[in-house]
């Protein structure tokens, strides 16, 4: 704390000799001495100046008269996108497979390659995955966790 105070009386001696006015040039000898001005800070109730005068407490703030509204987002979303009928961002649900999201987006368009389906987990890492073969049961249908994105490939013919 004293170190804070006396860091703050330094400053404001440094501004008060740097606000005398600007540096004068002259063509003294060089092995003249250079004059040096003493500032001696007092308080006003004679404390040293090592302890100045705190200044009183700021009163308590009151608090806002008007609603503090917080917005908290509960909703989890996945998104769809490619060649299904309806693309875009949908509800997440626990338990959400790769065919119920081609379905919630209106299953897939005529120009929709059904075995080039890609996963985008929300931590990056790509998956594909084959809706003919998900459907015969010869892969797993995996369930989708919150920010996947599912896009269904473009036929290349």
């Known amino acids: 704390m004293r170190a804070m105070r006396s860091l703050s009386i330094m400053l404001f001696a440094s501004l008060l000799v ?3 006015g600007p540096i004068e040039r002259s063509t003294w000898p060089a092995n003249a001495a250079p004059i ?11 404390q ?3 302890e100045p005068v705190l200044p009183p407490p700021a009163k308590e703030i009151p608090p806002p008269r008007y609603p503090v509204i917080t917005t908290t987002t509960t909703n989890l979303f996945i998104y769809v996108g490619g060649e299904v009928k309806q693309a875009g961002r949908f509800t997440w649900v626990d338990g959400l ?7 919630t987006a ?7 390659d059904r075995s080039r389906i890609g996963l985008r987990r929300g931590a990056g890492s790509i998956e594909r995955y084959s809706y003919p073969r998900i459907i ?4 797993n249908n995996p369930t989708l966790q919150p920010n996947d994105q599912v896009l269904v490939q473009k036929r290349l013919w």
């Open 136 to 139: 015969r049961g010869l892969t």
């Open 36 to 46: 040096f001005h003493t500032i001696t800070l007092v308080d006003t109730d004679t």
């Open 106 to 112: 209106g299953g897939f368009t005529d120009f929709a």
């Open 18 to 20: 740097g606000c005398a």
């Open 48 to 50: 040293p100046a090592t």
């Open 97 to 103: 497979t790769l065919t119920n999201a081609i379905e």
